[in-house]
């Protein structure tokens, strides 16, 4: 329980310790990212009835089976539907109607013949006229039918489907506009150590900005949660215990930063062995050796360490993994490319490290460059950074040219590779 365990043994861990929360209903919009929690229906026909998927003239395709450039067949417009209209009146031998895109089709029709392809004989192609057609059409030719996505009654978006954008539009469409979906977790968040200031001041000797908090709230957020900003922790064991025990009882996930290592003021893995249960203190990372998990009230607690990095790392390594869980997600890792080294790369610590590195693309792939500073004391180089390049456990340097797995880290347009 208290020895050095792997990062996939950890995670494995972690999650086995969390379920997905209970449920709650939210506007359709709302549910844009989120997991749904009922498998949902339509409740009509999408779509609700056969219409055209072109501006073009309603006809009988068996009245176009003989028509060609040199004998086109010629047909009167008795009427003209627009989008939202209904004609359901006859179309006898020689006749056809004008429709426009969205317009449904009548019952008396079985294709669409586009405008571009149809001759006006005299008028204006609007109704009085006559127009004329020099090739067969297909069957259904340009018919949108009736339940071509969905039919009254059919699940549309099952449970543990993530929504997308596009989805919130096809609910919209079914007469979805309330979703169950998973509840997003309510994260406390507290950082341990008695030489933190609050950012908003300008810290005296020895003292230093409590930088943690807010970047662990902000991945917080940015893995779906709720982040609640405590108090600054001083390291005491009665204090740490104070704020964990009453964090417990309003929160669903607690994390710690700071006082995660051994010493004499490091007090997240006693305080979680005297309150609950210890599961784990140590992971084989770098940054972000000291992680401790553990449950206390059956709430998980982790305690990050206090240097940025490392805290960052088990945030995103472990911590994320565990929050999406929480929320009904499946899938758990972030996505990894192989590149090439751009410099040699040296192994000096037998742990698995995660470089602070920039992934770019050339002709041959993508080439990976770690970050000069690589502390673990410094949040800079991974807001420059976009990936973790993975030195695996060992002691096995790389020269450069060799490949190797980089971890994306937040992928969007702003990630040049
Ligand atoms: N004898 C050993 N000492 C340390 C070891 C070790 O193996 N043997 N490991 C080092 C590593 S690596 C890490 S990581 C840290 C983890 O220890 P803690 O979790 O107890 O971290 P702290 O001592 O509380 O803080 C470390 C560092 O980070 C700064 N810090 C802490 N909290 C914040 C915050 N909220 N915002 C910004 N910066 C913070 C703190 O001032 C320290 O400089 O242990 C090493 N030691
Ligand atoms: O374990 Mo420390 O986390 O390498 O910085």
């Known amino acids: 329980m208290t020895e050095m365990i792997s990062l996939e043994e950890a995670q494995a861990l972690v999650l086995a310790n969390v379920a997905p929360l209970s449920t709650e209903v939210v506007e359709v919009l709302d549910a844009v990212g989120r997991v749904s929690a009922a498998d949902l229906a339509s409740d009509i026909d999408i779509a609700p009835f056969a219409h055209s998927a072109m501006d073009g003239f309603a006809v009988h395709a068996a009245e176009l089976e003989s028509a060609s450039e040199d004998e086109p067949v010629k047909l009167d417009v008795i009427a003209e ?39 006006i004989v005299s008028g204006d192609g609007k109704p009085g006229s006559r127009v004329s057609f020099t090739a067969p059409t297909k ?67 020895g003292k230093i900005r409590n930088s943690n908090s807010l970047a662990i709230a902000a991945c917080a957020k940015a893995a779906g949660c709720i982040p609640t900003i405590l108090p600054i922790v001083e390291d005491t064991y009665e ?67 206090g240097n940025p990095a490392a ?65 673990s004391g410094l949040f800079g180089p991974i807001q420059r950074s976009n990936c973790m390049a993975i030195m695996p456990e060992g002691l096995e340097s790389r020269a450069a040219g060799s490949m190797i797995d980089c971890m994306l880290l937040d992928v969007s347009e702003e990630v040049l590779i």
């Open 239 to 305: 204090a740490l215990e104070k704020t964990v025990l009453d964090a417990v009882e309003t929160y669903d996930f607690v994390v710690t930063t700071g006082g995660a290592a051994n010493g004499d003021f490091d007090f997240i893995k006693p305080v979680v062995e005297g309150t609950g249960e210890l599961l784990m203190t140590t992971v084989n990372m770098r940054p972000g050796k000291a992680q401790t998990f553990g449950l206390v009230k059956g709430k998980p607690v982790f305690g990050l360490p």
């Open 311 to 375: 805290a960052y790392c088990g945030f995103e390594m472990i911590v994320r993994q565990a929050l999406r869980k929480m929320q009904g997600y499946s899938h758990f890792n972030r996505p990894v490319v192989r590149a090439r080294l751009s410099q040699d790369t040296k192994k000096k610590d037998p742990r698995r490290i995660f470089l602070r590195a920039t992934l770019t693309k050339d002709d041959e792939g993508y080439l990976v460059t770690p970050a000069q500073n690589q502390s």
């Open 81 to 119: 539907i627009g989008a939202g209209e209904v004609y359901d009146g006859p179309i006898e031998a020689g006749q056809c109607v004008r429709i426009m895109t969205g317009a449904p089709v009548p019952d008396a029709a079985d294709a669409v013949v586009k405008y571009e392809i149809v001759g």
């Open 139 to 205: 069957l259904r030719n340009n018919i949108r039918e009736a339940g071509e996505e969905a039919h009254a009654g059919e699940v549309i978006v099952h449970t543990g489907e993530v929504i997308t954008s596009a989805g919130v539009g096809f609910l919209a469409g079914c007469g979805v506009l309330q979703v169950p979906v998973y509840r997003r977790p309510k994260v406390a968040i507290a950082a341990t150590g008695s030489e933190l200031i609050d950012p908003s001041e300008v810290p005296s000797a």
